[in-house]
């Protein structure tokens, strides 16, 4: 069955530096999204990314946040500056048509 | 902004009881689906409601979505251990490109 895959899978960071998450959706899919889950917490909405370019994002989803699509694989979530308030499981997912989504395993960041 | 509110947030049963889970929108939605998550693990899609009191089942598993397209609701039939996780609820709103999740309930089932 096909994957969304993403690495790495535990990433610790200092407070401050930049880190990029990388994510490879299912190849036939066309929507892209970024959530993240704090622990213990519910899943929150970062971004939606269609046709090359954000759709829609959330108030967490700040200019310290952005995402690219640099090639037909890849779909990556950079955080400039990390914050000690960042630290998260970071999941991405796709999805093909009006249906459900497809997420990957996770990052996990931490912020020290 | 949208808010999907769920109960109860934790429910420890017996292997073989019943376990239902609720959902409630704070707006009209398109759709609700609903996803398990096992602990460590990442949300696995389960199902998507779309019509006004549709239900569907897989198996042990019931769901409902309500008339006014606000509530939905999970029930799993003789629970076993391998349903133990945290489910959750989302929903899409009519103009809304984001899938937004309730807080989860996290089911334990005693053998």
């Not at chain 2, 979505?65 to 349903?83: C, M, P, R, V, Y």
Request: aromatic share 12%.
């Amino acid at each position: 069955e096909p994957e969304v895959t993403q690495t790495p899978s535990h990433q610790v960071t200092q407070m401050g530096q930049e880190v990029i998450l990388r994510c490879v959706p299912i190849s036939n899919h066309l929507y892209f999204y970024w959530y993240r889950q704090i622990l213990g917490q519910k899943v929150e909405f970062l971004v939606s990314f269609y046709n090359n370019e954000i759709s829609e994002k959330s108030e967490i989803f700040d200019d310290q946040f952005s995402v690219e699509r640099p090639d037909g694989s890849n779909f990556t979530l950079k955080i400039r500056s990390t914050k000690l308030e960042d630290s998260a499981m970071y999941f991405c997912a796709s999805k093909r048509g009006n249906y459900g989504y497809t997420f990957g395993s996770g990052t996990r960041l931490t912020v020290v | 902004g949208q808010q999907v509110m769920q109960i109860p947030q934790y429910q420890h049963v017996q292997e073989g009881e019943d376990f239902t889970t609720y959902c409630n929108s704070s707006t009209t939605l398109s759709n609700i689906q609903w996803y398990k998550q096992r602990p460590g693990g990442h949300p696995v899609f389960l199902i998507q409601l779309v019509k006004s009191g549709e239900v569907k089942k897989q198996k042990r598993l019931t769901f409902q979505f309500g008339e006014a397209k606000k509530n939905s609701s999970l029930h799993i039939t003789a629970t076993q251990t391998t349903d133990v996780g945290t489910y959750f609820c989302a929903g899409h709103t009519e103009y809304g490109n984001k899938l937004v999740f309730g807080a989860g309930t996290i089911l334990r089932v005693k053998s």
